[in-house]
């Protein structure tokens, strides 16, 4: 379909219940269809929203498929994501059809990074069993050896993908006095890592072995997919705090599962899951774990900033332009 000509009032139809202040804005400015509630689509619902609409507005809990994107080729022409995460969309059948894909890079940076430094001081110092035995009514005053963490102060922190949210977390880390180590698919400049006070490891393997904390920022794309594999949890000494604000596929989680049980690994804070919003029950018996709703961009004002994002990729469109967020070829 490239070089169709993109229709002066578009339909629009978005999948999930979004801000109130997007949602005015689209009705405001656009022949737009809502959500009535707020659950997810199924495949014949995706797909017949596709086939009757010119922009499809969908969420991360949306499996845009090669199904879905062959059900709107007659008429589907813009796929504007409400996040920035594009690993639920089939890039390359979206490309194959002339359909363009938009997301929303860098709104919802700071909010991961703020909640991947509340899980890396709140795993290490026992926050979450603390609160737990507040609320069990069996605190029974302080005592010295009473629910001893461990400092993070001078401990070494892995960064596992360098990019915009890896590079948040660092500035954060370094107010923590956390020595910083990072690996990522390029090699930052030497002016930013002297910013960042991070110094580069070529080998993830290395990085795994030589951290106290790991925290994990790449992308999930294919070739991130069990990036941690089973070999790769093994390497994680006793001591080491493994942190996922990412995506729960990029770990090997029944390996990770079976290491956190045997006290082989000292916890971990996640907040993504591998079948989320289905939750492994033996994660939920473990003290040694921290548990989020994959709530680390939950923030009002991220969510807003996430909608004008969206808004004005449709408006960039529809005026004839190329859409500043527009995902390309090879994107990671």
């Not at 014949?44 to 994107?69: F, G, K, M, Q, Y």
């Not at 880390?173 to 002297?194: G, K, T």
């Not at 069990?226 to 390497?235: F, K, Y």
Request: charged share 25%; hydrophobic share 45%.
């Amino acid at each position: 379909m490239p070089g169709k000509e993109r229709p002066r009032q578009p339909k629009l139809i978005v999948t999930r219940r979004l801000p109130a202040a997007t949602e005015a804005r689209l009705n405001e400015l656009f022949d737009v269809e809502l959500s009535e509630n707020d659950v997810p689509m199924g495949a014949r619902e995706l797909a017949a929203a596709a086939a009757r609409c010119d922009i499809l507005i969908p969420t991360i809990t949306d499996h845009v498929d090669a199904d879905i994107i062959a059900a709107g080729t007659g008429r589907l022409q813009l796929i504007a994501n409400f996040g920035n995460g594009v690993d639920h969309i089939d890039l390359p059948a979206a490309r194959a059809a002339g359909i363009i894909v938009t997301n929303t890079p860098g709104v919802l940076t700071e909010d991961t990074a703020e909640m991947t430094m509340a899980l890396i001081l709140s795993v290490p110092r026992r926050l979450a069993e603390g609160e737990k035995l507040i609320r069990s009514g069996k605190w029974t005053g302080w005592s010295p050896g009473q629910m001893l963490g461990h400092r993070i102060n001078g401990k070494t922190l892995g960064i596992i993908g360098m990019g915009r949210i890896g590079q948040a977390v660092a500035r954060r880390a370094r107010a923590f006095d956390l020595s910083i180590r990072y690996h990522n698919r390029h090699r930052l400049p030497a002016v930013i890592e002297a910013e960042l006070g991070a110094a580069y490891v070529e080998d993830i393997d290395r990085l795994l072995v030589e951290s106290d904390i790991i925290s994990i920022h790449c992308p999930h794309t294919p070739q991130t997919e069990n990036l941690i594999d089973a070999r790769r949890v093994g390497l994680l000494g006793p001591h080491v705090y493994l942190i996922n604000t990412a995506r729960g596929s990029i770990i090997d989680e029944e390996a990770l599962i079976g290491r956190l049980e045997r006290g082989e690994i000292a916890g971990a804070g996640l907040d993504v899951f591998a079948h989320e919003p289905a939750i492994d029950p033996r994660l939920l018996a473990l003290d040694n774990v921290v548990l989020l709703p994959h709530m680390g961009s939950a923030t009002f004002e991220g969510r807003d900033a996430t909608g004008e994002r969206v808004i004005a990729n449709i408006r960039q469109w529809i005026g004839g332009d190329r859409p500043r967020d527009q995902v390309l070829e090879g994107w990671v």
